[in-house]
């Protein structure tokens, strides 16, 4: 018997997640990488904005503001991110990359990329583009539903 949740959105959405994760942590793996899919938003979202501040930063991945602190530090202590004081609020805390950072986005970016197939593998290209353009209007919809929406990148602010 096929359960109701099997042509549920939340439960698809559920396993892609569980897929997706799965193939980004096993590529990192078995390049020797020590990276989450959330660390790699953060440090992509910091090279496009270097100086952000970490509420910024929470914005423009839409993670939890009150969590993104434990990804930074993670990203500090392996390096690849430092951290000062903002000069506009002393309150905040702005990011950067490192050159140990910039060098893993670059060697970690055509490993992302490559995955990204491998996680919609059963669509073809066109299929691709079509559930990407859907899954976006989905989530741009339901954006002011999240516990952490995404922040237009136009709205968030850099802190120094």
Known sequence: MKLEIYNMA???IRRLNQ???SIF???MK???IDLTPVQFAALNAIRVNPGIDQASLAGLIAYDRATIGGVVDRLESKGYVAR????RDRRARVATLTEPG???LARVMPLVQ???QDILGG???QEQQEFLRLATKAADAGNHLSRAPLVDPGDARAGD
Request: net charge neutral; aromatic share 0%.
């Open 102 to 104: 910039r060098a893993l």
């Open 25 to 27: 942590q096993d590529r």
């Open 19 to 21: 897929i997706s994760v």
């Open 123 to 125: 669509l073809d290209p």
């Open 84 to 87: 000062k004081v903002s000069a």
């Open 114 to 116: 490559d995955l990204q």
């Open 10 to 12: 939340g439960h698809l």
């Open 30 to 32: 078995s390049n020797g």
